[in-house]
Nanobody
Framework: QVQLAESGGGLVQAGGSLRLSCAPS????????MAWYRQAPGEQRELVAW???????NYADSVKGRFTIFRDNAKNKAYLQMNNLKPEETAIYYC?????????WGQGTQVTVSS
């Protein structure tokens, strides 16, 4: 099993920045891809950014050029650097890992962007 602990959420003004962290524990040796999703109230959960074990990345069109996902493979930690945040990006942000075919989710961290 893999457990995930997210941190770094909070309240920020529009145009500001936040860095989210995801710290796995447990069977971390089995982790392959990692990703960040978000879910706003009344909306479906959506992919924000994804990174493979080899460092390949993919982003939602809405965040390209503003968000960066990266990982520390030695620690199996994943990060999401978010710049120029917009009020409509207020949501709960979830860390996701694929561990040898099993999917694991964190409990989420709240990001609130004020206008």
């Amino acid at each position: 099993q893999v457990q995930l602990a997210e941190s770094g959420g909070g309240l920020v003004q529009a145009g500001g920045s936040l860095r989210l962290s995801c710290a796995p524990s447990g069977r971390t040796y089995s982790i392959r891809s990692m990703a960040w999703y978000r879910q706003a109230p009344g909306e479906q959960r959506e992919l924000v950014a994804w990174i493979s074990s080899g460092g390949n990345t993919n982003y939602a069109d809405s965040v390209k050029g503003r968000f960066t996902i990266f990982r520390d493979n030695a620690k199996n930690k994943a990060y999401l650097q978010m710049n120029n945040l917009k009020p409509e990006e207020t949501a709960i942000y979830y860390c996701y890992v694929n561990s040898l075919g099993s999917v694991h989710w964190g409990q989420g961290t709240q990001v609130t962007v004020s206008s």
